[in-house]
């Protein structure tokens, strides 16, 4: 009786088969299957319109406020000019009371209110992402310790203790900076921390475990890029708030201090002239408006894309 012949094997297949595998060929299939996910959630990303219409109008404003200032003819501290001149051509924004180009005041001010956003984003997400997740593993009274000082910050009056620390570190923007981020990283720790709970009983934490894997280990090597989604959100989400929160510090004065600028604190000089010389206010305060919309546009999108229920946008 002739032999049947062998039914092929697929390449993956073969790549997941049992105990007995080339570990080489389980760990190329792993590459291939965390780089489809990452090409799937990018893909997502890219077809989501408001996300990818606000990503450009944000891109648009951090590339003019870099960028412009190397070929503006005017310095935002000069006061070589007249003041209050109206909207021209050497002035297209005119100049404010003591002759400052305000061309030169937007850029300078949206180069450092963005700054400061992104820096409190980072410190905020790095402290909120540390803490969470180690009280999420280690439970106890690790997790007491840590909760409790979240909610010990959260009924904190923020804006006041924050006006106080800046206003006694003469309003340099790293001091603004910070502060805010001290402020800012409660809300990352909870999230955090839930989603470590869930991942601190799955079977890849408990076999990291029993390798003898250290704790910063697991954390940083296993349950950190599993939350990589909720961490980019939310890191998103606390670059607005910085933005609206850094403007109202410095709209009350108690913020970013001349001879430097912010965008709130180029409110707080020029809306007085509401009335008279609408221009001077409505460019810092549309400029803060589009940032904020732009960012939490862009959080919006990278939620729909990193989570795989949402059916607004198909891979």
């Known amino acids: 009786m ?29 590459t291939v299957k965390a780089r ?16 990818m ?13 870099v960028f412009l200032p190397l070929f503006w003819p005017h310095q935002y501290g000069n006061t070589d000019a007249a003041g209050y001149l109206p909207p021209g051509t050497d002035h297209p924004l005119g100049t404010d009371q003591l002759g400052r180009d305000m061309v030169a005041q937007l850029l300078r001010g949206t180069q450092l209110s963005l700054l400061i956003a992104f820096v409190v984003a980072i410190g905020a997400t790095a402290i909120g992402v540390t803490l969470g997740a180690l009280a999420g593993y280690l439970k106890g009274f690790t997790d007491g310790l840590v909760m409790r000082l979240a909610d010990l910050m959260l009924i904190i ?22 502060v805010l981020a001290v402020f800012f990283w409660m809300q990352i720790a909870r999230i955090t921390r839930g989603e470590t709970l869930s991942l601190s009983e799955r ?35 606390v670059i607005a708030q910085a933005v ?12 970013v201090q001349a001879p430097d600028t912010s965008l709130g604190l180029i409110i707080n000089e020029t809306y007085a002239q509401l009335s008279t010389r609408p221009w001077l206010f409505f460019a810092p305060f549309v400029t ?18 990193f989570d795989p229920r949402q059916t607004k946008v198909r891979a």
């Open 53 to 65: 219409i606000s990503a450009s109008v944000l891109l648009l404003i951090v590339l003019v406020a």
């Open 157 to 178: 009056p923020q804006i006041a203790v924050a006006a106080i620390l800046v206003k006694s570190a003469q309003g340099s923007w790293w001091v603004v900076a910070v």
């Open 2 to 30: 002739a032999d049947l012949p062998t039914p092929p094997r697929s390449d993956v297949a073969a790549a997941t088969t049992g105990a007995g595998g080339d570990p080489s060929q389980h760990q190329e299939f792993d």
């Open 288 to 305: 803060i408006v589009l940032i904020s919309l732009t960012i939490n546009f862009i959080g919006d999108g990278l939620r729909d894309a």
């Open 244 to 255: 609206l929160v850094e403007a109202a510090l410095s709209f009350l004065g108690l913020g």
């Open 36 to 51: 489809t996910q990452a090409q799937t959630v990018l893909r997502r990303f890219l077809r989501h319109r408001l996300a």
């Open 203 to 237: 079977e890849f934490i408990e076999a990291a475990r029993a390798s003898g894997a250290t704790t910063s280990r697991v954390i940083f090597r296993h349950l950190v890029p599993n939350m990589i989604g909720s961490i980019t959100v939310n890191a998103t989400l």
